[in-house]
């Protein structure tokens, strides 16, 4: 009697301990409060800029992209002394009569000032291959840690690649994937979204439901790209007039980023399709409030200047006139001046978006100009806008002697 009551006592008692198991693994695997220091390592640092002073180049080689260009800065004392700028491998690196150094091909390069006095500074420049930019040319979302996302991704874990955390106060959406210990600490992509005026986004914790490329809202409208949360609560599109890729509420869309639903969380096409390919049913979603949008930030918006278009500028459809848009710099033309004149590099130039916003302030200008001493100055004019479409001019600039 004894052995047959202990069998059956022994299999409630592991089935129970396993339950026990499975739950602190779901909690860790889940990872409800993120703690900053977990995913501060994730988090991309700010590229450096290219202005490079010449006392540290001597010291450590100065690395260039193929494609890039960095200005090798002199004192004001050597720029008055400087007879030229000279390379020993012009068909890796080039550099003009401002310490201005453009890396053309891969390998390495000797950069030297020749001073009046006989000196020489010199510098070494090393050239590496380009990487192919991971940016999502439909949204103007953030991405980071492609690597770990792509190992994750490749491996043969039954584990969800994704954790989506929506923070309802500042309109971002935030996509995490898991690191080495399992827990979801890695961001991989940022999104600006519209959650519910008045505060009418539920919050908690959340599976993702269904699926539907079009699906009816209210108010006789419709969603592109939807993905459920809970009940009537979904990821999608800013509503359409119709289930029509070109018929887009465009005003509503140009509220992205601020409260503008009845309880839905909007994203641009490009975002809700994100989420609608990639993110499978039963991943978990965490809406909650916070000051902080999250660890990549928020996202910035583009407007749509075109009121009669009706087109998502994120939407990758074919048909889509936004498709062969990207940014233009205006003004930015060869230019001569007098030794001792004045020069003011942005002076007539303006850049516009793809959506032909103005965004002058983003234009970053690669060069350096010395008036006070006559030489051929080459400047780049680059900017991105905020889809990650980039433009860029390149002019010289000729100080007569």
Known sequence: MKKALFIPIMCIVLCFACFLCGLEEYAVAINFELNPEEYAKYIPKEPEKHEISLKNAQKDPVELKTGEAAVIKLSDSENKELVRWMTDNPAVVSVDSGGRVDGLKKGSANVTALLLSGKQYSCKVRVVDAVKSDDDLYSTCITANSDILRKNLESKSNRNPYLIRVNRKKNCVTVFTYDEKGKYTVPVRAMVSSCGKNGSTITGHFKLYFKKEWNPLYNNVYGYYVSGISGDYLFHSVPYHLPKSDRLEVDEFNKLGADASLGCVRLAAGDSRWIYKNCKQDTDIIIYDDDNPGPLGKPETIKIKDKSCGWDPTDNNKKNPYNDNKPVIIGAKDITVNKGGEFDALKGVKALDTCSNDITKKISV?????????????????????LHRTASKDISVTVLP
């Open 366 to 386: 690669t060069g350096n100009v010395v008036t006070y001493r006559s030489g051929v100055y080459k400047l780049t004019y680059s900017v991105k806008d905020a």
